[in-house]
C-alpha cells in the first residue's frame, strides 16, 4: 500500500515501532553518486525527509542509518538530524543494526522496528523486523516483501511518507499539527503608547 497512511495489516504494526531503521542510497538519496573532479562523493537530500526525521525523534521513536558506502557527506547529514545510530561501509547490515541496538539501554524488540531499504542488501532486515518499507525506485524482490511503499520515489520525501504514517499510527501527528498551527499569543505594545497627563488642581501644571 502507498501514501502516508498505512492499510489495517501494516497499521498494527506500526502503532508498536520504536525504531526506524533507513538505508541511505536509493532512500536518503536518489540512488544516483557524483564524484566531484576532486573524487569527492556527492549527495542530495530532500529538506521534507529532515523534517520527518526530526518529528520522529521528538516524538521518541528512534531512527538509525544503515549503510553499504561510507560517505562523510552522510555522517554530517545524520550529525545536523541529530541521528546517533550510524553504521556506514556496512554490507552485512543484519549485524549492524544488532550492533547499533546493543549501545541503546533498552533496545527494542524486533518486531517493533521498521525498516526502509530499496535493494537486496536490505532484505534480511527487512524479512526479520515488524515493518518493512520500501520506495516506487527499489528492486521488484524488496518491494514484493515490503508491507508499506512509498508513493514519492526515494530522494524526493519518501522518507517523509514513512515519517508521517508511523505518527499517523501512533496517534502523534495531530499533536505536531496543533503544535505548529497554534494561536500566536497577543502581546500588548507600549513601545508608542502617549504618556498621560493630568493637571494638578492646586498649581494648574501638568504632572
Known sequence: MT???????????????????????GILSDGRITFSES?????????????GIRLLLRAGIHVAVITGRKSTIVAKRCADLGISLVAQGREDKYTALQELLATLPTPPAMEHIAHMGDDLPDLLIMTQVGLALSVPNGHIEVRNRAHWQSSRQGGQGAVREACDALLLAQEKYQD?????????????????????????????RNT
Open 176 to 204: 505536531i499539527i496543533d503544535f505548529y498551527t497554534a494561536t500566536i499569543p497577543a502581546q500588548t505594545n507600549t513601545a508608542h503608547t502617549p504618556a498621560r497627563t493630568t493637571t494638578s488642581p492646586s498649581t494648574g
Open 3 to 25: 501514501s502516508n497512511t498505512f492499510n489495517n495489516a501494516a497499521l498494527l504494526k506500526a502503532k508498536n515501532i520504536r525504531l526506524l531503521v533507513l538505508d541511505v542510497d
Open 39 to 51: 573524487g569527492e562523493e556527492l549527495k542530495s537530500f530532500h529538506t521534507l525527509d529532515g523534517q
